[in-house]
């Protein structure tokens, strides 16, 4: 399968949650990653911070005993889980672009529910 749909579609939905967060924080700084292997066919980060503290939006794609992997979450300084995301699990022969896309779509919506949640904790 082409991951690169997929790798675009999750940098949109990261600009969506950059913008909104910079909107009201503008002062953080923020970074883009994406990177892909045999093992991870998609990992994609968007990671906000400011002195002492990141937060990151993280969703995953991986190969695990015949199986294909989507994750999401959100993390706090030095990576503790601060909200969990979608997830999903499918034969990786039975994986298709249009389930890749659904994770994705899942993902965003999940991320941009977290904006919020994200803005409330850096404000304290």
């Known amino acids: 399968m082409d991951w690169a749909p997929q790798t675009d579609r ?9 913008d909104s967060i910079l909107q009201v924080a503008p002062g953080l700084w923020w970074s ?24 990151a939006f993280c969703a995953n794609f ?11 979450d959100v993390s ?6 601060i909200a969990d995301g979608p997830g999903s699990v499918v034969c990786e022969d039975a994986a298709t672009p249009l389930w890749a896309d ?16 994200v803005l409330a904790l850096l404000a304290n």
């Open 32 to 55: 883009w990653y994406h990177s892909a292997n045999d093992f991870f066919p998609l990992r994609a980060f968007l990671s906000f911070g400011r002195s002492g503290e990141e937060l």
């Open 10 to 18: 999750m940098k949109d939905v990261f600009a969506l949650v950059r």
């Open 102 to 117: 659904s994770q994705c779509s899942l993902a965003g919506e999940f991320f941009m529910s977290q904006v919020d949640v």
């Open 62 to 72: 991986w190969r695990h005993e015949g199986q294909l992997v989507f994750s999401s």
């Open 76 to 81: 706090y300084t030095e990576g503790r889980i």
